[in-house]
């Protein structure tokens, strides 16, 4: 109910700063001898970003959707494995949380990952003019995108949970002098839910944006330093690819771990 009613909030708001995305691109100065991604034009690259700026959003908000599923499966698997011993129910909370944090980053990647194929076969397999190097300056859009949806996530989210939380002990401590928690305390629901949606939620799409930025920016610089170093094509996707294999490789790791 909660995440039906912020994504149709986000949405909302996403989709005129999509296009306003596309108009910004046309106020950019036109120079007699573009170069790099100058060269698809304003109206192309308005377009481009305006698409990353969406499937970040996109990608980042299943990424809530999931952390949150995953938490609420868990939970109930940690109530019922508390039943029985501690140990267990900390092994199996602590693999929920492994299994969520893994997803978060897999799905993180995955869409940095697809949407550079994308643009790689758009724009250097059909022929445009650029070359592969240039390809990282628009991923920015899908950064932004990703910061869009972490921004409203973690705002109203946080908002919500302490409104519920608030209201519950007032509701329940103060005015029915019952314990925190309690389920004769129809309030105490709201409370959880707002724990869920701060806690897993707004951590998932934080660290889903933040991923995704420091990937962006480390592929940039890396086609910055290929650009001017003037090196061949080979080596310039090695740089501009590192930062995908190094995480890729965070996730291996950290799953075996």
Known sequence: GFLRVQYSAIASFAVPLAGL???????????DDPKGVAILGNTVLGIVAASGFVFGAVCSAISGYTSMWVAAQSNIRVASAGR???????????????????????LCIAGV?????????????????????????????????????????????????????VGAD??????QSIPEDDPR???TIADLVGDMVGDCVG????????????????????STLAN????????AAKFILFPLIVHAMDIIVSTIG
């Open 185 to 187: 305390n129809p309030a």
């Open 21 to 31: 995305i596309v108009l910004s691109y046309q106020f950019r100065p036109n120079t």
């Open 113 to 165: 990952t697809s949407f550079y194929l994308i643009l790689h076969f758009i724009f250097v397999q059909l022929g445009s003019g650029i070359s592969a190097t240039d390809l990282p300056m628009l991923l920015v859009g899908y950064g932004f995108g990703a910061s869009f949806v972490a921004l409203f996530m973690q705002l109203g989210g946080g908002i919500y949970t302490k409104a519920a939380d």
């Open 170 to 175: 007032l509701v329940g401590k103060v005015e």
């Open 228 to 235: 001017e170093s003037g090196l061949g094509k080979n080596h």
């Open 84 to 106: 029985r011993t501690y140990a267990e129910a900390l092994v199996v909370c602590f693999r929920g949380g492994a299994f969520s944090a893994v997803l978060n980053l897999t």
């Open 203 to 222: 951590s998932s799409a934080d660290v889903f944006e933040s991923v995704a930025a420091e990937i962006i920016g480390a592929m940039i610089l890396g």
